[in-house]
């Protein structure tokens, strides 16, 4: 359930109807699979079924990936009650990220074809981005590898990257800087237009909150930190 958080929470303070409806969607996936179900299958079989769905693989969408937070590994799931509740967090996890990057891709298309705008392939490539790093799937480009190793070592370097896309994402408009550098990809002006509105929310939650917590307990929030 800590992907709901960790991975979810730019989500929440930005859609948080989706945000909603995936997380229960998550918790039911980790009751049933420590039942014995298999779900991601049906999870997945959902996902591939959207009419959107060749638009998703045009984009890289992250939605048929491993995720971070799991590394391949059958031992734990061949130990007794652990090896379950494992697998559980895992299918939870997964089904939230997965299910939650094809919602807001959907949402983002639709709204972009209301708009008229070209969905070419340098759009797709853009969106993709910034929806990956919606919900903790930054760009590392050329450092997949590395990426994949580093996170034996240290918890989810695509995680702490989306954070950094997602920022900077009403500049770049989802190309990356090497892209901006060499003139191969000038961004999106929609994913820019989006990426701001995003980044408006969630500060204006983060200052609702924290608003609130100075309320509930004066003098509990640090305004110069």
Do not use: C
């Not at 859609?15 to 909603?20: A, D, E, G, S």
């Not at 990220?97 to 340098?122: C, P, S, W, Y």
């Not at 994402?169 to 060499?182: D, N, V, W, Y």
């Amino acid at each position: 359930a800590s992907g709901i958080v960790i991975q979810g929470w730019k989500t929440l303070m930005t859609h948080p109807t989706i945000w909603k409806s995936n997380a229960l969607t998550s918790l039911r996936s980790m009751a049933k699979t420590y039942g014995k179900e298999n779900v991601m299958r049906e999870i997945q079989s959902e996902i591939i079924s959207r009419p959107n769905y060749d638009l998703m693989q045009k984009a890289k969408l992250d939605v048929g990936v491993k995720e971070e937070a799991f590394p391949e590994s059958k031992i734990l799931e061949k130990v007794p009650y652990l090896g379950r509740v494992h697998k559980s967090s895992d299918v939870g996890y997964t089904t939230f990220t997965h299910k939650t990057r094809a919602d807001l891709f959907d949402m983002f298309i639709e709204k972009a074809q209301k708009n008229g705008v070209d969905i070419d392939q340098q759009f797709l490539t853009n969106l993709g981005r910034f929806t990956n790093s919606m919900v903790g799937r930054g760009n590392v480009g050329h450092y997949t590898k590395a990426a994949d190793i580093t996170n034996v070592l240290f918890f989810s370097p695509r995680n702490l990257k989306s954070h950094i896309d997602t920022v900077t994402a009403p500049i770049t408009g989802g190309a990356s800087a090497r892209e901006l550098l060499k003139g191969d990809n000038t961004g999106s002006g929609f994913v820019r237009k989006e990426a701001a509105m995003n980044l408006m929310k969630m500060v204006a939650s983060t200052a609702t909150i924290l608003a609130v917590a100075n309320a509930l307990r004066p003098n509990s929030v640090d305004a110069d930190a």
